[in-house]
């Protein structure tokens, strides 16, 4: 569902088109989530949620269907005006259905009243029953995480918000995974040492980390570090950076490597035409075999990006985007971001989105739904600005 936003964002600017003529995908589309609303509130009305969330559940299982078996991202491939028509009217169609999902699946506020008139009193919501409003209005992500949520204490965060980045273990209640993070970079006979280093994450609640590979040398010591530590898992790859290091030996290295149990993705790879420290073909050829290396091997990939989206973005179409990838660090635009997502992929946001002349990078962030959203500190570099201002 979030890559059928995302293609609304890169194919028609963000804004909803206006649908063509239905088929029967879509009018059988359209009869489930009156289904979905009806039995919503037939659930609710006889006090047995287990039936009321099935209602809105099989919505969720036919909007997933009509996706999959629509496939805007094959019409989007085709330039035709028949199939630009008929994805126009899949994209309005499927994000027709995730809107009234968001409604139908929001929290009841207390003190609203009515069945699914929660939606309704919503400001932001506009009821699911109501006639379509989509085409024409601008798609906007923001209103999905701020919108109906906020209506339910459960989603105010809790305490100070601050605060609960500063210590989230246990004053935020959450999990927190480091998805990134270059443990082979401390300790080594230096203060403090790695044993300390993650101790100290985990007593500020980050249950988890990723330690990353740079080069052949520091994928090993990632591998090392992962087998040797509870809770560390590793990824391996060679950085665009030492992407001229990238030899068939070390190629075949990094796939033993891969296969070693706490080793779980292929990274950081990618392109950097911002320090250009290797030739860009080299880059690229790197790229490409360590992408096809995580295809193989059914792994994730963590992709480091710099001034490349377009060769980055263009060697993921034509070689096949593995199923999961990070775009680690992202710069760039909402346009970026969307076509991030419209590849799978997670984005990762580092502390550079809070410096005042950042505006793109937040606009880019308000595209990326919460579920393929991460955050990082990226300590010591692109601290998180507390004024705001520019670095
Ligand atoms: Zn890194
Ligand atoms: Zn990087």
Redesign the pocket.
């Known amino acids: 569902m979030s890559r059928t936003l995302a293609m609304v964002t890169s194919y028609f600017d963000g804004v909803v088109p206006a649908p063509g003529e239905a088929t029967k995908a879509e009018v059988v589309l359209g009869e489930k989530a009156a289904e979905a609303a009806a039995g919503l509130d037939r659930g609710v009305e006889a006090l047995d949620p287990a039936g009321a969330l099935e209602a809105v559940m099989s919505l969720a299982r036919a909007t997933n269907l009509y996706i999959n078996e629509a496939a805007p991202w094959k019409l989007a491939k085709d330039p035709s005006p028949e199939a630009r028509q008929r994805l126009a009217t899949v994209l309005y169609s499927a994000t027709e259905a995730i809107r009234q999902l968001s409604v139908l699946f929001s929290p009841r506020c207390p003190r609203r009243r009515g069945g699914s008139g929660h939606s309704s009193a919503c400001p932001v919501w506009r009821p699911a029953r109501s006639p379509l409003p989509s085409p024409g209005a601008t798609w906007r992500p923001a209103p999905r995480s701020s919108g109906g949520r906020r209506c339910s204490p459960a989603w105010r965060p809790r305490g100070d918000g601050r605060r609960a980045l500063s210590r989230p273990g246990s004053e935020s209640g959450l999990d927190w995974v480091d998805a990134?993070c270059h443990l082979d970079d401390v300790g080594g006979g230096r203060k403090p040492s790695l044993q300390a280093v993650i101790e100290r994450a985990r007593a500020a609640g980050v249950e988890r980390m990723v330690t990353?590979g740079?080069d052949l040398a520091t994928s090993r010591a990632a591998a090392g570090i992962a087998a040797a530590h509870e809770g560390v898992w590793a990824a391996v790859g060679v950085?665009p950076h030492d992407a001229t290091t990238l030899t068939g030996e070390a190629l075949d290295e990094l796939e033993a490597l891969a296969s070693e149990p706490k080793v779980v993705a292929i990274g950081?790879i990618?392109l950097?035409y911002f320090r250009d420290l290797s030739p860009r073909d080299v880059q690229q050829e790197a790229f490409r075999r360590q992408l096809a290396l995580a295809r193989r091997l059914g792994v994730p990939v963590?992709i480091?990006m710099?001034d490349a989206h377009r060769d980055v973005f263009g060697i993921l179409e034509e070689a096949g985007a593995p199923e999961r990838l990070v775009f680690?660090?992202f710069s760039g635009g909402p346009a970026d971001a969307a076509r991030c997502l419209e590849l799978g992929g997670y984005v990762s946001f580092a502390g550079n989105i809070s410096y005042k002349n950042a505006q793109d990078l937040r606009d880019a962030c308000a595209v990326v739904p919460l579920d393929r959203l991460l955050v990082r500190d990226r300590r010591p570099y692109l601290r998180p600005s507390r004024t705001g201002e520019a670095k």
């Open positions: 990134h990353i740079t950085h950081e990618g950097d963590v480091h710099r680690h660090c």
